[in-house]
């Protein structure tokens, strides 16, 4: 394996800074889209590794608290990228990437787009007659809405 040298001037194998880096601006993406930096750092991780691996190891692995391992585990559990496993003779919970993780994100993105569309139908029918403006915004938006589900299916469809 061949090293270069880092801003310390120590011998950093390139496989494994290349790691670093990559779960490091994976965090910094995730709080581009309003996630926690440390959900995406947590996901970069597995995007690497896989799993399973406990919340305690992975405190370890990521240096971060255990207690922030947890909240963001949940959340990409929650979110379909994570899922929470049993291994035989352990008494704590073991993570690892879930299938179709992807997917799943995407899956999650439409359903809160199909809220939305359902939002905006409730507006346009509460509107009065002279809301004239307001009525086309509001379908205008609709119609992003509804392109933006039937892109995203299309998609999701590719992935699977």
Known sequence: M??????????????????????????????QDGLPRIAGR????????????????????LSVSRASISTNARLLEGLGVLTRVAIPGERQDFYQIADSPYARLLEGY????????????????????????????ARQ???????????????IKSLS
């Open 110 to 137: 439409v359903h809160r787009m199909q809220g939305n569309v359902a939002n905006i139908d409730s507006l346009i029918s509460g509107l009065g007659k002279g809301d004239h403006g307001a009525r086309h915004r």
């Open 141 to 155: 938006m609709k119609r992003f809405y509804e392109a933006a589900i039937t892109n995203t299916k299309s998609i």
């Open 2 to 31: 061949s090293a270069k040298l880092n801003d310390d001037a120590a011998a950093v194998p390139v496989r494994e800074d290349a790691k670093a880096n990559f779960i490091e601006q994976h965090g910094l993406a995730a709080k």
């Open 42 to 61: 947590i996901m970069g991780w597995f995007v690497i590794n896989g799993g399973p691996i406990s919340l305690t190891e992975l405190a370890s692995e």
